[in-house]
């Protein structure tokens, strides 16, 4: 026993643990009956934890591994269709008229053609003229 | 991969089934001695259930699973934890309640008077005489410094050794056996009188 120890009055010792153990032993009622349900919530909690958490291991590792599996097949084949389907089919099928629409729109001098053929019609009529005069002399 | 025999799952069942009830043996061991540890330190009885309940949950959860005789100082290390978190809770509350210029409705930190009221049921004299003793011890209790109060119910009302005491209180043994001796020292000094 160490010095410290020695110091330590025995009689004052037990005459403190008999008081709180006798304290201990008049808890109400009320009291007893509430950490009783602590109790039976927390032994409940114990046994509900393991066994899911060993069945959750054993069920769910397969789909988890073919769920894995299907979105990475997905994310490999994606970019490769998106390229090969659908742009030729989008893109090629219009492909003609897209360029014409916007060479007009890059070109200035279309739209005031435009522009001067609502103001003023003589311009077209006379633009048709030369081409027929140019076919019939050929 | 073969399957398990059925004798596993029985065999597992029954492992499951025999820590069950050395767990529930074990809190109901505890219970009461950790209801009047956490009361004494938290001076309010709903608050020292919630605090019970918080390490059992705890350590059915997280240490369900280790052998029954490391159960006690993790059961107390959980309480000890949660009883310095609801204090350092209540001081930081009690901190911002006496900034503010207007109390509102504290009716429910006001207790109730119905509870407050003395009892007419005659009390056998020797429960008086307990309760009396008790009360004192209480009041010489609430005035030492938190680690010798829990020191001194450790060792005490629990019955842990300087070891588990240490663990529990994630400590030194030579700080347990310095905050114990102090702890009995104080109180000697306040509770001779009343004792003598």
């Given at each position: ?13 037990r ?17 007893r009956s ?6 039976q ?68 001098d ?11 019609g ?9 081409t ?7 | ?27 109901a ?5 950790a ?38 100082p ?17 001081t ?7 900034w ?7 009716e ?9 009221a ?15 003793a ?58 001779g009188?009343?004792?003598t």
């Open positions: 026993m160490s010095p410290i120890e020695e110091q330590i009055p025995a009689e004052l010792e005459r403190l643990q008999g008081l709180l153990e006798q304290s201990v032993a008049h808890v109400d009622g009320h009291i509430r950490l009783n349900q602590a109790r919530a927390a032994v409940a909690e114990a046994t509900r934890d393991r066994r899911p958490a060993l069945l959750r291991a054993v069920v769910l590792m397969p789909a988890a591994g073919a769920l894995a599996a299907a979105v990475l097949v997905a994310f490999v084949l994606w970019p490769h269709s998106a390229q090969q389907v659908e742009l030729p089919v989008t893109v090629m099928a219009d492909a003609g008229h897209s360029m014409e629409d916007l060479d007009l729109l890059a070109d200035g279309g739209l005031d053609l435009v522009s001067a053929e609502e103001a003023d003589s311009f077209l009529e006379w633009a048709a003229d030369q027929d005069v140019g076919e019939t002399s050929t | 991969m073969p399957l398990a025999p059925h004798g596993d799952v029985k065999l597992s069942d029954s492992t499951s089934n025999s820590q069950s009830r050395a767990l529930n043996q074990f809190l061991g505890v219970e009461l001695k209801f009047k540890i956490a009361q004494t330190a938290l001076r309010n009885e709903d608050d020292a259930l919630d605090a019970v309940q918080h390490a059992m949950l705890q350590l059915a959860r997280a240490y369900a699973n280790k052998p029954p005789e490391e159960w006690k993790l059961f107390y290390r959980i309480l000890e934890n949660r009883i310095r978190d609801m204090q350092r809770r209540r930081v509350r009690g901190k911002v309640i006496s503010l210029p207007l109390r509102g409705n504290e429910d930190d006001e207790p109730d008077p119905i509870n407050q003395p009892s007419h049921d005659p009390q056998p004299p020797r429960r008086l005489e307990i309760a009396e008790m009360g004192a011890l209480e009041r010489a209790l609430q005035g030492l410094p938190r680690r010798q109060q829990q020191v001194f119910m450790l060792r005490t009302l629990e019955g842990l050794d300087v070891a588990e005491t240490a663990t529990a209180m994630g400590c030194s043994e030579g700080s347990v056996k310095t905050h114990y001796f102090r702890a009995l020292q104080s109180l000697r000094a306040q509770l009188e009343f004792w």
